[in-house]
């Protein structure tokens, strides 16, 4: 079963949501803003998805920008990174997806399709 954590107002989750729907891909859904994602889980996300860290943040969103996280995030560690993206899920870039053997953020088509197409 895979884990869809999305902000459900946000176009591109819905857009990601409706090809999920459309290759009939069973998903547990979670809304982000309800149900953040803990420190572990974002750790244990990023070491599985092989992307790195700077991938997990919203780096388009006002909270990324206004806390001017681009200028903060090189001198943080990466366990300050977990527990800062842990604080409020629209720092963290989504949708995220998250299988037995992959984690994706954000929805790109083609990366999904292979995947799980």
């Not at 107002?9 to 953040?36: M, V």
């Not at 998805?49 to 991938?55: A, I």
């Amino acid at each position: 079963m895979i884990l869809f954590v999305e902000y459900p107002r946000c176009t591109t989750c819905q857009k990601a949501r409706k090809w999920l729907d459309g290759h009939k891909i069973e998903y547990t859904a979670r809304h982000i803003k309800e149900e953040n994602p803990t420190a572990a889980e974002l750790k244990e996300w990023h070491e599985k998805s092989g992307l790195s860290l700077k991938k997990f943040f919203n780096t388009s969103g006002q909270l990324y920008r206004g806390m001017e996280l681009k200028d903060k995030l090189p001198g943080m560690t990466e366990e300050e990174q977990y527990k800062l993206l842990a604080t409020d899920g629209m720092l963290v870039k989504r949708p995220v997806v998250v299988g037995d053997d992959f984690v994706l953020t954000g929805f790109r088509e083609k990366e999904w399709e292979e995947k799980m197409g």
